[in-house]
Nanobody, 124 residues
């Protein structure tokens, strides 16, 4: 059974940095995509960044140049380095995975498996 557990969220001031982590387990394929999404109350969940097993990445325009997605295969862990944080980055951040797939996407329909999220709060 696929399990995704996020960590690393917190409260900080604008301009700060965090590294979010997502510990993954239960994958039955060596071909998969993983992504980071975020959501604020009353708004739709939006894709932030995604990566596939070849290392190809894609980012939302709003985070390009500030966020970096990466993974450590040996630790089965996905990361999101978030720099130059803005108050509008405040959200619950979720990790997601889809097996047997290449070409990472940023749509929620692209993913079957989801973590419970980690909160990031940025104050001005």
């Amino acid at each position: 059974q696929v399990q995704l557990v996020e960590s690393g969220g917190g409260s900080l001031q604008a301009g700060g940095s965090l590294r979010l982590s997502c510990a993954a387990s239960g994958f039955t394929s060596t071909r998969y995509i993983m992504g980071w999404f975020r959501q604020t109350p009353g708004k739709a969940r939006e894709g932030v960044a995604a990566i596939d097993t070849a290392g190809y990445t894609t980012y939302a325009d709003s985070v390009k140049g500030r966020f970096t997605i990466s993974r450590d295969k040996s630790k089965n862990t996905l990361y999101l380095q978030v720099n130059s944080l803005k108050p509008e980055d405040t959200a619950m951040y979720y990790c997601a995975a889809e097996l047997y797939r290449c070409s990472p996407g940023l749509g929620t329909d692209d993913y079957t498996y989801w973590g419970l999220g980690t909160q990031v709060t940025v104050s001005s």
